[in-house]
């Protein structure tokens, strides 16, 4: 079964530095999302992705945040200069364009903690 | 804006025992309801799915129905299982029903049922 993969699994850099966080989704899918969790709170929407281009974003994707689909399968997100409170567990998600298919399927996430 | 409230955790079962988690929402439109199950280690996997009022979404044994009148879409199984262990999420889809609808979640239920 098809499913959304991400690396690495567990980042840990430097405040200040910039990371790139990556993302395969499902191959055939045409609407990709990153979302976030904070240790102990909810799972939050940062952004979301459709036709080479952003259709959606959060108050928390401010400018430090970008999202790009370099190559047609991997779908990045990169935090220019990484604060603490930027440590969280981020999720990619993926779905099809097909009215009524909106399940959204996530990866396993990668747990990025900044020092 | 949209919310999603769930009851905290952890919930504590023995195998066999019967479950409810409450989730109760928020929204300005006419949201699609749905419930995430996220096993240790991987990602949030779609347990069921509800889009209108009055719909039960079902699946592996779980059950929701969506209840316009209480803002409520609250997990039931009958009889759970320690395969059952894992962390429960509530989400909503707010706006027009296709592919491209951010998720607002709840913060999470984790589930450990005991032998």
Redesign the interface.
Known sequence: EPE?T?TPSHQVTQMGQEVILRCVPISNH??F?W?RQILG?????LV?F?NNEI??K?EIFDDQFSVERPDGSNFTLKIRSTKLEDSAMY?C?S???????????????TRLTVT | GDSVTQMEGPVTLSEEAFLTINCTYTATGYPSLFWYVQYPGEGLQLLLKATKADDKGSNKGFEATYRKETTSFHLEKGSVQVSDSAVYFCALSDGDNNAGNMLTFGGGTRLMVKP
Request: charged residues 20%; glycine residues 10%; without cysteine.
């Open positions: 959304v991400q045409l609407y999302y979302y709170q909810k799972v939050e929407f979301s459709y259709s959606e959060s999720f998600a779905n099809r364009d097909t009215a009524g298919a909106y399940e959204q399927y996530f990866g396993p996430g």
